[in-house]
């Protein structure tokens, strides 16, 4: 700010944009347009009788609020540009609460570089005209509760110091914050219409609880010391690409429409849960950053043709995402086949961090047979036949271990535990001899154990080896493997090598059965 010689009755006060860099570091957002041959901005209005300066430049303690306020509301009526700058106006208490302002023009009310030394109320106003606040300076808490702004507002490297309120408020054109810093900013129920970027800014507090973003919204390389969006719906895409975050970012039950992108992040602390609980993201980028242990935790979410990494997946990928009861909905499992494999397809381990500790207690065993009940589910509806059978293999396998208990309570009655031990083993036998029918090989072998077990039995109920040959022990099992009814080279009279041959026979033809099943089942995935 410079004075210049006064020639008339025209405010001294002038604004140079070199000078406010030298002092913040930071280019000054005014147009060049609006400076004269010396490069600064000369304010346009008129000092009052004795004044150097009009009542927008004056001292806050050197005027009355009151006044300034009506100055400011008469001079918004004027037509023209030049009524609405206030570059560098100084504020204290600034009361337009209900106020409809509307202009006869469309110029925007140019409040850039303003300083407002009080409190700044525009409660359930309605506010017509393009507004612009970059640079400007709010030293006490500004309310804009229920506000409603039809035209774009500009908050360009603002800065508030103090809590800033927006609780439902409505902005139906875009919302540009591009480097503003806020100590505490809630946008509790706010309503977007328009694009919103708030690129590069920082928020010590960002509360977006049950916020709507009708449009783009972009948070890249945006600093959060706390950030909360739970509720909140993002009707396009959203970017938090390269942002900086806490320990903890609450996305909890929020929708998305299109995509979300978190790429690069960088974290503030040594780790970073981003809490996506509920929440539906039908396309995007979940990175891991190349620093850092960051989990994203997806519980009850709904998760669509979502890129897990930008490279090669590591082999421990799948331990920073929390799948509990998660849907999913085309999302590719096929991208991931290797991490998947060399995590043995578990998609329920994960990395603690500090912002899992406040979750509830490890899943359950019903829990977990959910969990890959839906991944089998999401694998089979984009035909991931390969997927699918494995996540049905962890379902089986924690749907016996439900039993255990069961069995294992001596409280309870009876029949349930005779039910429960009955369940254990059925599972356990069908993961034994076939995998669930995902194991061909698992038939062969348990055939083969089959025919040399009853080989051995054979030898011991009868001495004399049939066809006079050691080996013929072996004939007889593979022939009574592969029949019902035993019949041979020799006949075998004794009625208790008839019975184990029938015994195996029936064992026989139910492993035919069973391989011929788990190997079209196998060609089939």
Known sequence: MVESERSDDRCLFSFDPDAWRAETGQSSPLDRTL???A?????????????????FHQPVGAKDDEAVREALLSKLDEVGRAPKQFIGARFGTLDLDHVIIECRDNHRIDLRHARFEGETSLRYAIVRQPLSLEGAQFRQRPLFTEATFDGEVYLGKARFESAARFVEADFSAGVWGYKATFAEANFHMARFGGPVDFSEATFRKAHFREATFETVARFKL?????????GSRFGDRVYFDEATVPERVNLQKTAVD?????????????????????????????????????????????LGDVELTEADPPTDLFDHFRFLYTTFDGFDFGNYRAALHAADWRLHDVIEVPGLACRAL??????????????????????????????????????????????????????????????????????????????????????????????????????????????????????????LVLGGAEDVGSPWIRLLAQIEGFVGAFLIALFVFTLTRSIHR
């Not at 945006?222 to 739970?230: K, R, Y």
């Not at 694998?379 to 049905?392: R, S, Y």
Request: charged share 20%; hydrophobic share 40%; aromatic share 10%.
């Open 35 to 37: 400076l004269n041959e």
């Open 39 to 55: 490069g600064v901005w000369r304010c346009p209005h008129e000092a009052p009788a004795g004044a150097d300066h009009c009542l």
């Open 222 to 230: 945006t600093t959060f010391s706390h950030a909360t969006f739970s």
């Open 258 to 302: 299109a995509s979300a992108s978190f790429e690069d992040l960088d974290l503030a602390a040594d780790s970073c849960c981003i809490d996506l609980s509920e929440a539906a993201v039908p396309d995007g980028r979940l990175y891991l950053p190349r620093d850092g242990t960051l989990v994203y935790d997806l519980t009850d979410a709904r």
């Open 362 to 483: 490890p899943p359950s065993d019903g829990d977990l047979e959910g969990t890959y009940l839906k991944a089998k589910n999401g694998a089979n509806e984009i035909g991931d036949t390969k997927a699918a059978a494995e996540f049905f293999r962890k379902e089986m396998l924690y749907r016996r271990e439900q039993y255990r208990p069961t069995v294992m309570d001596r409280s309870a009655d009876v029949r349930s535990r005779v039910a429960a031990a009955g369940r254990w083993g059925a599972n356990t036998l069908l993961n034994v001899t076939a995998g669930y029918g995902e194991r061909p090989s698992r038939v062969i072998g348990v055939s083969v154990g089959t025919i040399l077990l009853f080989s051995v039995v054979f030898a011991v109920v009868q001495p004399a080896a049939p066809y006079e040959t050691p080996i013929g022990y072996l004939i007889l099992s593979l022939e009574s493997f592969i029949t």
